[in-house]
Structure formats: structure tokens, C-alpha cells
């Protein structure tokens, strides 16, 4: 079983006159954010063009923006597909995967844990969600 979906641009991030992304202000409009260790597959191209794949986990997420750490090198601006293993709950009667796919807003580089980066991805406004088999 599988499903998109998109998201209503009143839970989107609101662009200013340059296109560029502008921050929400704070109150109770505010976007919830949640942090979690989310299991995730990301792949993209690195920063030589070369596709690669990564396992990582998802630290904070919300409708707009998803943190995590890499340790391939990205570009700014680079386009990144995540997979995100949802495991099953009471609520959920299986494991889950979702898909979505963003742009790179902000990397920072780690001196510790093996030199992996910070990740910030602007997340785009599709979605699918798709119940794994078993």
C-alpha cells in the first residue's frame, strides 16, 4: 500500500522577495519540530557529482526541515532524498518507509565523530509513504 500526499503551504516555509527562505516567527503559527533517532537512507551526489548512499539517523524533523549528520560530503544547495524507516507502534500496524526529498541549506562540519558533517535539509512539499511487506 502506498500514498503521497502534499503539503498545505500553510505548513510550508514562506519564501521573501529574493526566492531566498525566510524564517517563521515565532508564536503559536510556530512549526513543530521533533527530535528523534529516526533510522534514514539518504542519497544524493556528493561533493564531486558522484551518486552515493548512507545510512544515517534523522536527529530533528518537522514538516520544513530534517537534521541529521552525514559523513559523505554535500554541497550547499545539493538536491537529497531521504527514506525514513518508521518502526512499527501501537498505532502503526507495521513498519513504514517514507520518502521525501529536499535541498541542502546549511552544512557543518563535525570535529569529532569521524569528521561527519550536520546536515540541514529544506524539505520539499511531497511525500510518499509505503507499508513494508511481513
Known amino acids: 500500500m502506498a500514498f503521497s500526499a502534499i503539503i498545505p503551504s500553510s505548513m510550508t516555509r514562506n519564501n521573501g522577495k529574493n526566492g531566498k ?3 517563521k516567527p515565532a508564536g503559536p503559527t510556530h512549526e513543530k519540530c521533533f527530535d528523534l533517532a529516526l533510522p534514514a537512507l539518504v542519497r544524493g551526489k556528493d561533493a564531486e557529482g558522484l551518486p552515493f548512499e548512507e545510512e544515517t539517523e534523522i536527529a530533528r524533523i518537522s514538516s520544513e526541515e530534517a537534521v541529521f549528520k552525514l559523513r559523505q560530503r554535500v554541497l550547499l544547495d545539493a538536491s537529497l532524498d531521504l527514506t525514513l524507516n518508521i518502526p512499527r507502534t501501537l498505532i502503526l500496524g507495521g513498519d513504514m518507509n517514507m520518502r521525501l526529498s529536499g535541498i541542502v541549506r546549511s552544512v557543518i562540519a563535525e570535529t569529532t565523530n ?9 524539505l520539499g ?6 507499508l513494508q511487506a511481513g
Open 114 to 122: 569521524g569528521g561527519a558533517q550536520v546536515i540541514a535539509l529544506s
Open 125 to 130: 512539499r511531497t511525500f510518499s509513504i509505503r
Open 21 to 23: 527562505a525566510v524564517s
